[in-house]
Structures are given as structure tokens and as C-alpha cells.
T-cell receptor, first 111, second 116 residues
Framework: GEDVEQSLFLSVREGDSSVINCTYT??????LYWYKQEPGAGLQLLTY?????DMKQDQRLTVLLNKKDKHLSLRIADTQTGDSAIYFC???????????FGAGTRLAVHP | NAGVMQNPRHLVRRRGQEARLRCSPM?????VYWYRQLPEEGLKFMVY????????ESGMPKERFSAEFPKEGPSILRIQQVVRGDSAAYFC??????????????FGPGTRLTVL
């Protein structure tokens, strides 16, 4: 079946790196996504990775994919207070691109 | 180019009433997805529509819920005889293409439904 799991909370100090982890169960996942949700807002796509890739870097964001362990992580370098939000991991298996979301990790950045 | 628009942003209904949620996709987008987010949870897929067609409604409850995306006008998610458990944020997303993944879904700001 399809299931995506994330830890619920992460607290980091401003300037440190944040690492948010995600595991998924569907081995046929073709794309994996990271979305950011700020309070009262919709979802903003941060980055995505195709399942045949191991890593993707985009400015302060680094995505690592371990397909064997079905583990995805998002690293945010030099975390800022503006990064405080809920981060959702999601997978799709192609076809209609229906997204399966994790419950979200709430990132709190403190001075 | 305006983003995905949803209205109303907040909707309050009493048990037994009907709720109508509207979604206008981004210009040029012909694919619409509806998701529901219960408090403290992730988003759950409900239905995927193309113009005038429901493609996948596997995530939508069989009773009381319906969705449409007419040739003209916004996509509508309709909930009849609402119950307290329908209280949630309902998000619409649109994309220009689908199939094979990798095409970004652009999300609207959501409609927060409260059932009293």
C-alpha cells in the first residue's frame, strides 16, 4: 500500500542545518516531493527528485534519496527564522500524478 | 498570471447544510486535484478531474461528496448534509499536464470549512 511517514517536530537554532526525514513504502514511486506550508497558507513546492536520482541540490536545499531503504531527506543549510513552517514529503507513482503526503514535520527555528 | 484561486477562504456551515467550494485553476491548466487536510494531518487526495471529466475519485467518500469541472467556470467540490467530521481545510491544485509525474501541482490557499 501507499504510506509516507515523517517525524512530527524539529527544532533548530538559526544558522544551523536542518535535516527532515521521510520514509515511504511504495517502491513504484517515480517522483518524491518536498512542500512547505506556512500558517494559514497553501502548499509551496520546494523541490522534487526523480526516483533514479540519489541527490539533488538547489541553493540551500539538498535532497537525498535512498531508494533501497525508501528514505528521503531534506537538508536546509543555514536555517533562517523564515524557514519555520510545516514541511511535507509526498510521493507520486506517475499516472495521474496523484500525490500521497506524509503528516508533515513542523520546523521551529529559534535564535 | 494569477495563481490558483479558491473561494471562499473560510466557510461556516451548520450540520445538515450544504457546502460548495470553488476552485479556479491557473490560466492554461486543465487538470484539477482536490485534497483534504484534517487538523494536524497531511493532505489526503480526494479527486482528480480534467475538463468535464472525473478521472479518479478514489479518495472521495461515496456519499454526500461530489465534484465537477465544467467546460466553463471553476471546479466545484460539493458536500451535502455536512457533519462535524467534514471540518477541514480543502485544497485545490492545478497542473498543465499529468502522467508520469514531475509536473508541478500549484496549490491554492485552501478553503477552511467549519461545521457547527
Amino acid at each position: 500500500g501507499e504510506d509516507v511517514e515523517q517525524s512530527l517536530f524539529l527544532s533548530v537554532r538559526e544558522g544551523d542545518s536542518s535535516v527532515i526525514n521521510c520514509t515511504y513504502t511504495d517502491s513504484s514511486s517515480t517522483y518524491l516531493y518536498w512542500y512547505k506550508q506556512e500558517p494559514g497558507a497553501g502548499l509551496q513546492l520546494l523541490t522534487y527528485i526523480f526516483s533514479n536520482m540519489d541527490m539533488k541540490q538547489d541553493q540551500r536545499l539538498t535532497v537525498l534519496l535512498n531508494k533501497k531503504d525508501k528514505h528521503l531527506s531534506l537538508r536546509i543549510a543555514d536555517t533562517q527564522t523564515g524557514d519555520s513552517a510545516i514541511y511535507f514529503c509526498a510521493e507520486s507513482t506517475g499516472g495521474y500524478n496523484k500525490l500521497i503526503f506524509g503528516a508533515g514535520t513542523r520546523l521551529a527555528v529559534h535564535p | 498570471n494569477a495563481g490558483v484561486m479558491q473561494n471562499p477562504r473560510h466557510l461556516v456551515r451548520r450540520r445538515g447544510q450544504e457546502a460548495r467550494l470553488r476552485c479556479s485553476p491557473m490560466k492554461g491548466h486543465s487538470h484539477v486535484y482536490w485534497y483534504r487536510q484534517l487538523p494536524e494531518e497531511g493532505l489526503k487526495f480526494m479527486v482528480y478531474l480534467q475538463k468535464e471529466n472525473i478521472i479518479d475519485e478514489s479518495g472521495m467518500p461515496k456519499e454526500r461528496f461530489s465534484a465537477e469541472f465544467p467546460k466553463e467556470g471553476p471546479s466545484i467540490l460539493r458536500i451535502q448534509q455536512v457533519v462535524r467530521g467534514d471540518s477541514a481545510a480543502y485544497f485545490c491544485a492545478s497542473s498543465p499536464e499529468s502522467g508520469g509525474g514531475g509536473y508541478e501541482q500549484f496549490f491554492g490557499p485552501g478553503t477552511r470549512l467549519t461545521v457547527l
